[in-house]
Every structure is written in C-alpha cells, then in structure tokens.
C-alpha cells in the first residue's frame, strides 16, 4: 500500500489525480463505522424506558445507572489515545466496536439499577474508546487527504443515530427489548467484521513520515515525541474547551429543549418532540455542508461564525414567545453547533495525536454530561427559559476562544 507521504505529495502535487482506492476504501470504512456508531448507541437509548421498567428503576435510581455510561466514556477516553499510539487506531477502532456491538445486548439482560449501572459502564467504555479512535484515524484521513473532511465523519454519526432511532421506534411496538437489543448487537458486529478490514489494511503514519503537528498513530513515543505533546499539551486543551462549549449545547437542548415547548410554550409532546427534531436535523444538514464550509472560510471563521449562529439561534429559541419562532431558533442552533466540535476534535488531533483527540473528546463529552444537570440547578433558581440562555452564552465563547486562538490553528486557522 503506498505510504501517507506519498499519497499526500500525488494529492498536492496533481489535482487530477483521484484518490488511491486504499485510502478510498479507509474514508468509506470510516464513514460507516461513525454511522454504526451513532446507530447502535441509538438502538440503546429508544430501549431505555422499557428497561426502565423492567429493572423497577425510579428515575433517580436510572438517572444514577446512566452514569454508568458516562463513567465508563470519561475513564476511557484518555487511555484510549494511549492504545492509538501503540497499536494504532484501526485495529483499536475495531476492538472497541465489537465491546460497543456486545454490551449493547446486556442491558436487557438486568433485572437491578445496580446491575444495570455496572453494564452500562461497559457500554461507555465501548462508546467512549470507538469515538477517541475513529476520531483519531480521522484525523489521519484529513491529513493524507489535505481536506477539511471531519464534518463529513460527524455528520455520519448524527445520520446513524436518525436511523437507529427511526427505526427502533417502530421495532418497540413488535419486539421484546431483548429481541431489539440483540438484532443491534449482532448487526453491529457483522458490519465491524465486514468493515474492519479497510481499518487493518491501513499503514499508519510512521515516526519519518510524521509531519508537524501530525497523529503518528501506529508509533510509540520517543523522548522528542514526549517533548512536543508537552508543548502542544495547553493549544489542544483550548480546542478541548472549544469542544466542551459546543457539547454543552447539545447535551442540554437533547434533555431541556422538549420540556421548554411543552412547559413554557404550553405545546403537546409531538411538537415539543420537534423542538429536538429541528436540532438534530439542522445538525446533519450543518455537518454534511461542513465540508463546503470550512474549505472556503477557514476552521476559525467557520467556527466563530457557526458560534455566532448558534447564539443568536438560542436566544430566540430560548426567549421568544411564539412556538415557530422557537422551532426556527433550535434549528439555527444545532445549525451553527453542527461543525464546532468536530473542527476542534480535527485541530486538537492535529496538535496532538491520539493524545490530543482524546483530551479534547473528554473535555468535550464532561460538557455534554455538564449541560443537562446544569440546566437543571439553573431552572430551579431563574426558570427554564433563562436557564437556556446558557447555551447561547456558551456558544458566543466558542466563537471568541476560537477567534482569540486563530495562531494556534497554524497555516489552517484563516
């Protein structure tokens, strides 16, 4: 298989040239695994009332089992990137798919919160471990293809998770929440076999061929190699706190943005379920475009653009008294939301490798578990809709991080 350096220079040099058919099939391998991801992690969570019910859980005692997924992704993470580096970040994609693909099935299986929490904290590992390690090949992708393709991945994991939860709505009504679960589980671990091999057949960028700012996934540290993280250690925790402003957004308006239209515009469940429906869309649409975007303005004007966006759209969603006006405010702010994170994840990786994908992906997941219960202390002392009003404040200090961080981005930043 011809080397990242050479695919580069072939790209660089002659635009005609269409891309090598092994990178071809990575990028396609890739795109499907986001997709899985977001559609397995979906399959969970339309199952999560039926298991609700099956295990007697309060929604205390399941809100204290959720943790367990959020316990398992944030103490996975870090040493996720570690394993990137060492063994490379196919082979940990694949790894971690398959745990994802398996522990989805258990839950089911529970007939206790505590027994729930403990394979829930499984399935975090899984989800966290894939995202730091598909993030991390991504990044890899991007580099060898010198386009800012990231949002394409992204937008493939908002794709499948519309998909899973399409279709596991319907398949609530037929099948037992063990018949479901499993059908996800074993769909997941076809599609990882099937898929893996484009992951394996990937040669990893080796220490000469790791250019400036490059991931070096396949390769262990050397001393110079220990030095640079230390120097890139504060530029990525920036694109990390840029990520956990956007996360904040999407964690809080996933939990909060229903119960606004329904309590404070006084709508029924469906259009209250819109409200999200308008987020998650305008996200897709965002990222899909992400692509077009960030080649003709530049990471740092996309990103303080799209901050920019989402503010404005959150104040009107958060603060106008008409259900079209709030419905329009969601869709701008999962429009302006949809490429931040993903920007910052590329930027971070850039800087930092797997280590810094798996920084800036932690710091970014603590802001989506952040955003909700946050809302919450917020609402009781202000009221929801000032408490929304957070997301807008958050969003504008995305965009001024990012514009005030514009050097950190290199030849990139524009």
Not at 69 to 87: K, Y
Not at 149 to 172: D, E, K, Q
Not at 347 to 372: C, D, E, I, K
Not at 389 to 406: F, K, W
């Amino acid at each position: 298989m011809p080397s990242v350096n050479k695919i580069r220079s072939v790209l660089a040099g002659q635009d005609h040239i269409s891309t090598p058919a092994p990178l071809r099939r990575l990028r396609i391998a890739l795109t499907a695994f986001f997709a899985l991801d977001g559609f397995v992690f979906a399959g969970w969570v339309v199952r999560i009332p039926a298991v609700k019910e099956q295990v007697g859980a309060s929604a205390g005692a399941l809100g204290l089992a959720l943790l367990g997924v959020s316990a398992g992704a944030l103490g996975t993470m870090i040493p996720s990137g570690r394993l990137c580096r060492r063994f490379g970040a196919g082979p940990v994609t694949i790894a971690t798919a398959v745990v994802l693909s398996l522990s989805v099935a258990l839950p089911p299986m529970t007939h206790s919160p505590l027994a729930l929490g403990l394979v829930l904290l499984l399935l975090g590992v899984g989800f966290g471990g894939m995202n730091v390690a598909m993030n991390s090949l991504a990044v890899d992708v991007v580099a060898a293809l010198r386009r800012p393709i990231m949002p394409g991945f992204h937008a493939a994991y908002s794709l499948g998770g519309l998909i899973g939860a399409s279709v596991g709505g319907p398949l609530a009504t037929h099948l037992t929440p063990t018949q479901h679960l499993y059908a996800v589980a074993a769909f997941g671990l076809v599609a990882t076999v099937i898929l893996g091999r484009a992951l394996l057949a990937y040669t990893p960028v080796g220490p000469a061929d790791t250019p400036a700012g490059g991931t070096g996934t396949g390769t262990r540290d050397t001393p110079g190699e220990k030095g640079s993280r230390a120097r890139t250690a504060w530029p990525v925790a920036v694109f990390g706190l840029i990520a956990l402003c956007t996360a904040y957004g999407e964690g809080a308006l996933a939990e909060w943005g229903p119960l606004h239209l329904q309590d404070d515009l006084h709508t029924g469940p469906a259009l209250a379920a819109a409200g999200y429906a308008a987020v998650t869309l305008a996200m897709t649409v965002g990222r899909l475009s992400g692509t077009a975007l960030l080649m003709r303005l530049g990471p740092t004007r996309a990103v303080v653009m799209g901050g920019l966006t989402a503010c404005a759209g959150m104040l009107v969603a958060a603060l106008a008294p008409a259900v079209w006006l709030v419905l329009t405010g969601f869709a701008l702010t999962g429009l302006g939301l949809a490429n931040i994170f993903p920007v910052a994840i590329a930027r971070a990786g850039a800087l930092g490798g797997p280590s810094g994908v798996a920084t800036a992906s932690t710091l970014g997941y603590g802001g989506f578990l952040l955003g909700p219960p946050a809302i919450g202390f917020l609402t009781d002392a202000f009221g929801l809709p000032v408490a929304l009003t957070t997301v807008a404040a958050l969003a504008a200090a995305a965009a001024a991080i990012a514009g005030a961080a514009r050097h950190l981005a290199g030849s990139d930043g524009n």
